[in-house]
């Protein structure tokens, strides 16, 4: 990716802020306005006490007074009126920002999040947008009205005397030198401290989804251990930021403080030699006290606006990101899906995957008629998952096709595809929601009598003597749930979405022998009707199927019936069963 | 209602019982973080102090200049302005030394107290037991180690010294302001009036609101870990409109009430600003009301209000710092809640040590229930001898992942002791205990890192050999050289990369390396092929030997490496005697076994 500068890269944040713009505008032009009423006030003590120091009245003073405390109100309710034009619609634009990136992350595939952390991904949601609100509703806010006051403030002074401005100015030049060289500096060391964050967040998600593995190991120490040393590495990244931020701070403050020095021994002089009177010395002097704040921000201002430049290039590398598994531009559609699903000359590959290495999936041939099932063997680590998955195009084919009643996968929408095919995965993912929505997930408008079909298919009536039944929530992950609980449930959600092809990877591995038989002589009625293609590591599962495809070296190496194979494919023996060709146990202990 | 530990901590309105209890806890929590870097503290006070005297001093010496510098050059004396320009000069680069010096300083306290803090959050949720995970959820336990204290990081980073600076300089400013003009000092005393009663309102009503960020922050962040942890089921069961949806109503419900208390604020800070500036022309016309009769200088009212001016500058800040610390102080309430929680496996407070280990287990009369009562393990005894391999089979929910659980200490029974060795695994310490006991469970979590890493987990100081040696002894050896980097591979978020089965199979050798005394494995195969089952358990042969071994498994082969087979059924052991015995027999187990074996083929 090319490296915008700061400016450049702020301004990618605009488009997404549009509808906030107008009362940013706004808002600046207050600050604005509540600093030019600020700088307002000095000139009218000055000539308040030029007019006393000649001829004193109350008439002056009142006059002075009522000014100050005018142009004081005022300056209060532009303030108010900068808060409330800014800060509400900024919220909005975190907001959206907020919805944008989620949206995205949703659509982009699984190989996406395969690669990215899911702790970046969360900083960037959380920390990263609010840093970008606070930017917007305020640095650039601030910063915009103190460089104009700031300008302004110099046009004042130089009407005031034009001698002492350009000394204060020419004294104040360097700080320009001094931001420019910290923007540059400041900015690895920002990004670095973001990301350290979100590797930070990493573990922590680490440390609590593989708490069991932890503990089980006694490993809590050691992984605190390998935390605080993280955390640590941030603590001297902030440090080094805070170091940065601090020496910009002494030049900030105290340049303008020599400039004023040097001002008021320039000042005495002239009025010494009757060029210049007491009053017009201290407008002179209060306005540079009006000035030293926003001088005195500038630094802060700064470092914060280098600080959101990093948010937003962390934001734009998620939305950046091509989404490689998208939907055709027009879409093809199967209005009567009859689950005919055609593997072509199909290969497949992880984008890392060594060079020299061949296709994982290297040239697969399977055609599953309308109603058929076929059951996917092959050792582990074969691609039997990864061929399930090209299915629904969580991953994309890298060769070849996938088809769906003759038409090619990636000619339907994501959306269709997935309501023809459904899935239930080795790892049940249940979502923190009831035992219903989790069950009904991918057809919502079932019938109580399919959600207690599904149920009683998958043997999961064991739902409804949970606490609330089938309303009971359901930890997130499932977690109060045993494992062949939670499988049970899954494969329940698969069967309620009565799709035209099942896709089962090794469904019933959890469960026990008792309640496998079960929930294979129920699913043998569902899978009558459906398409399925179900991988299994256990003959029991491999019975379900009408067919067996063995899949080895890439490539699909025997089709046909479970007892033909048996009896005539030595490597299917192999993989599937525990009995020797004489049909006697293979003991381990020989 | 009981504010214990994490109990109601989504509660917004508290009763004054309750919001006492839960303000202790978290000034409590805020006493103990600070004592670590109290002494810092006091030195970054002391360069705090130094800085702002010498700030303070600016318009005093400006003062001079123009009262007594000017009439003395006019007189033709020009050393007093020399003099004074001078000290001007020297205190401000003294000041803004000081401050950077100070800042430095801040940002190491409130660095340490960072690190502090989060190092002990985690350390105390990995204490924790599996229970309260369980119902705790882990999006939460991460809002709480990132949001949350995100908001006590906002506070430290520019709060805290904001607000030190901030009182200083209005304390000094003010002291300036009695010792230059007493009466002046008098109308900025009348002006904290309003100044309290504006700060009462802000108060009352941001500590309810920014519980309510608290709250809805982290339904945001559960709602998000869970659909990027979930990806793959969303996308298959088409969640991601729906999911949208809900996020959408979440990242509502935290704008509004983020934008309420923002509002807040943006009310009570120009509020502040005007109390200032109305001051200012207070003294502004008492002042010139003065000059005018003559008892006052001209430099003095230019001074007096310069000085009332910057009184009220450092107001923004403090009021910015009161608003974090709001904030920050519903963070604190949240997180002190989470160290408050005990856990239910709590470590032994006398331990007794345990050597040299055997691996005799013992369950003496245990019971155990859930604590919702019900109960799961009726009482039971059972004696494991050393060395034995016990295959515990039964149907799914006969309570056979409870039982081994028990003996991973991952619960504590209700009633009874199991006992390890002779000892009440209770009395052990937790290193002791996790030396002796590995758990192997079905899920197989793999930690972002390499496939060496993830193996030596079993052993942090395991060599590259030895990991080998513990890969090849469960066959993954050769799966592991075909990833991309062998074993330097990184497995990526949750494992992607590689299949359950080799998951597994890493797992396997993470226990391998770990090298216990009692190895519980918990249907750790039942990903497995055939092929590669059988390897394990060949490798198993050579592990168990010498060892304990508690072996769940739905796929009875394991029996063949079993001497002694457990059936349970509703908690209770029904059957328990030799394989051989079991399978001749007319039992459960006969009749599962017969089962199994038509399953094979």
């Known amino acids: ?590 | 209602m009981s504010m214990q530990g994490v109990k109601n901590e989504e509660k917004i309105e508290l009763s004054k019982e309750e919001q006492a209890r839960v303000r202790e806890r978290s000034l409590k929590l805020l006493g103990e973080i600070i004592k670590p870097v109290k002494n810092r503290l006091f030195i970054s006070l002391a360069l705090v102090i130094t800085s702002q005297a010498l700030r303070v001093s600016g318009p005093w010496l400006i003062a001079l200049i123009i009262d007594r510098g000017i009439p003395d050059a006019m007189a033709g004396d020009s050393s007093t302005v020399i003099w004074t320009v001078g000290g001007y000069l020297a205190t401000s680069i003294a000041a803004g030394f000081t401050i950077a010096y100070f800042l430095r300083f801040a940002a190491r306290v409130s660095q340490d107290i960072m690190f502090g803090l989060r190092k002990r959050l985690f350390r105390h949720t990995q204490r924790l037991s599996v229970e309260f995970h369980e119902t705790y959820t882990s999006g939460r336990v991460i809002a709480r180690q990132t949001s949350d204290l995100d908001s006590i990081k906002e506070l430290l980073d520019s709060g805290g010294s904001e607000m030190i600076s901030g009182i200083l300089f209005m304390l000094f400013t003010a002291i300036a302001l009695v010792t230059l003009d007493a009466s002046s000092f008098l109308i900025m005393l009348v002006s904290f009036i309003p100044l309290f009663f504006l700060t009462r309102w802000f108060q009352k009503n941001t500590r309810i609101s920014y519980r309510k960020t608290r709250v809805a922050s982290a339904k945001l962040i559960v709602h998000f870990v869970e659909s990027m942890t979930g990806i793959r089921a969303v996308k298959a069961f088409r969640k991601e409109k729906r999911n949208e949806d809900t996020y959408k109503d979440l990242v509502e419900d935290y704008r509004a009430v983020n934008a309420k208390v923002i509002q807040l604020f943006g009310i009570y800070d120009p509020g502040l600003i005007m109390i200032g500036n109305i001051t200012v022309a207070f003294v502004l016309l008492w002042g010139g009301f003065r000059v005018i009769e003559g008892d006052l200088g001209i430099g003095v009212l230019i001074s007096c209000i310069l000085y009332a001016r910057s009184f009220y500058e450092p107001m923004e800040n403090l009021a910015m710092f009161y608003n974090s610390y709001q904030s920050a102080n519903s963070a604190l309430e949240k997180i002190s809640g989470v160290l408050e929680e005990e856990p239910s496996v709590p470590e032994a407070t006398n331990p007794t040590p345990l050597a040299p280990r055997k691996g005799h287990i013992q369950f003496n009369t245990v019971e155990f229930a859930y604590s919702n009562g019900k109960v799961v393990l009726p009482k039971f005894n059972m004696d494991i001898p050393a060395g034995q391999t016990i295959a515990l089979v039964g149907t799914t929910g006969a309570g056979k992942s409870t039982l081994a659980k028990l003996i991973g200490r991952f619960y504590d029974p209700s009633a009874g002791t199991v006992e390890l060795d002779g000892v009440d695994l209770r009395q052990l310490t937790d290193d002791d205990l996790r030396k002796a006991v590995v758990m192997v469970t079905q899920e197989a979590y793999l930690f972002s890192g390499t496939v060496a890493e993830n193996i030596s987990l079993g052993k942090p100081e395991a060599t590259m050999e030895e990991i080998e040696i513990s890969a090849k002894a469960v066959g993954a050896h050769e799966f592991i050289l075909s990833l991309p980097d062998g074993y330097n591979t990184d497995v990526n978020k949750r494992g992607g990369r590689v299949s359950s089965g080799q998951r597994q199979l890493i797992s396997f050798a993470r226990a391998f390396i770990a090298d216990p005394t009692v190895l519980i494995l918990d249907e750790a195969t039942s990903s497995l092929d055939i092929p590669s089952e059988r390897m394990v358990q060949k490798g198993l042969q050579t592990l168990l030997a010498g060892r304990t071994a508690i072996i769940i498994a739905h796929r009875l082969s394991t029996v063949s490496i079993a001497d002694r087979v457990v059936v349970m059924e509703h908690g209770q052991i029904i059957e328990d005697d030799e394989p051989a015995v079991l399978i001749a027999g007319t039992g459960k187990f006969a009749k599962m076994h017969k089962a199994w074996r038509d399953s094979l083929v």
């Open chain 1, 1 to 590: 990716m090319k490296k915008l500068g700061t400016v450049r890269t702020l301004l990618r944040i605009f488009p997404y802020a549009k509808k906030a713009l107008p009362r940013i505008v706004l808002g600046t032009i207050a600050a604005i306005s509540g600093h030019m009423f600020a700088l307002a006030i000095p000139e009218f003590l000055g000539n308040l006490i030029d007019s006393i120091a000649v001829n004193a009245t109350f008439d002056a003073l009142l006059l002075a007074v009522f000014a100050v405390l005018g142009m004081g109100l005022l300056e209060s309710v532009m303030v108010l009126l900068r808060r409330w034009l800014v800060l509400t619609p900024g919220t909005h634009v975190e907001a959206g920002l907020r919805r944008t990136l989620y949206a995205k992350l949703q659509d982009l595939e699984v190989a996406f999040h395969d690669k990215w952390p899911s702790g970046q991904l969360l900083s960037r949601a959380s920390s990263d947008l609010s840093m970008i609100r606070r930017w917007l509703s305020f640095g650039l806010v601030l910063l915009v009205a103190n460089m104009f006051t700031i300008v302004v403030g110099f046009l004042v002074l130089y009407s005031y005397n034009w001698i002492l401005a350009t000394i204060f100015f020419v004294v104040m030049s360097p700080l320009w030198v001094l931001g420019f060289k910290f923007e540059k500096e400041y900015h690895a060391t920002a990004r670095m401290s973001q990301d350290q964050a979100g590797d930070l967040a990493t573990s922590v998600e680490e440390s609590v989804h593989g708490i069991r593995v932890i503990k089980s190991f006694g490993r809590g120490s050691f992984m605190t251990e390998k935390f605080a040393n993280d955390a640590l590495k941030l603590r001297g990244t902030e440090l080094k930021k805070a170091k940065m931020v601090s020496r910009l701070w002494f030049y900030f403050s105290t340049i303008p403080d020599i400039a004023l020095g040097l001002c008021l021994l320039v000042g005495v002089w002239q009025i010494v030699q009757g060029d210049l009177t007491i009053g017009a010395l201290s407008s002179f002097i209060l306005i540079t006290r009006v000035l030293h704040w926003p001088i005195d921000s500038i630094g802060f201002l700064l470092s914060m606006t280098i600080d959101a430049r990093t948010a937003v290039e962390r934001f734009f590398e998620v939305i950046d990101t091509k989404v490689d598994i998208s939907d055709p531009e027009q879409p093809k559609s199967i209005a009567e899906p009859k689950g005919h699903l055609v593997f072509e000359n199909v290969s497949f590959r992880y984008a890392d995957a060594p060079k020299e290495q061949r296709d994982l999936i290297d040239g697969v041939n399977l055609d599953i008629q309308p109603g058929e099932s076929v059951a996917l063997i092959g050792i582990t680590g074969s691609g039997k998952t990864s061929l399930t998955a090209l299915a629904t195009r969580l991953y994309e084919v890298t060769g070849g096709s996938v088809k769906l009643d003759g038409v090619d996968i990636r000619d339907l929408s994501r959306e269709e595809l997935r309501s023809h095919i459904a899935m239930a995965f080795e790892d049940s993912t249940l979502f923190s929601d009831t035992i219903r929505n989790n069950v009904l997930l991918g057809r919502p408008e079932s019938t109580e009598e399919d959600l207690a079909q599904a149920l009683e298919i998958a043997q999961a009536s064991f739902a409804y003597d949970l606490p609330d039944g089938l309303d009971t929530k359901i930890g997130e992950e499932g977690l109060s749930l045993s494992g062949g609980q939670r499988q049970r449930i899954a494969l329940a959600r698969a069967v309620a979405a009565k799709p035209a092809v099942l896709v089962l990877d090794d469904p019933l591995s959890a469960l026990d022998v008792d309640t496998e038989a079960m929930v294979e002589d129920a699913l043998r009625t569902v899978l009558k009707a459906t398409t399925a293609l179900i991988v299994a590591h256990r003959p029991s599962t491999v019975q379900l199927a009408d067919k067996v495809a063995l899949l080895q070296d890439g490539k699909i190496t025997a089709f046909g019936k479970h007892s033909d194979l048996l009896a005539s494919n030595e490597h299917y023996r192999y993989v599937i069963s525990s009995l020797d060709a004489a049909g006697k146990m293979i003991e381990v202990n020989n």
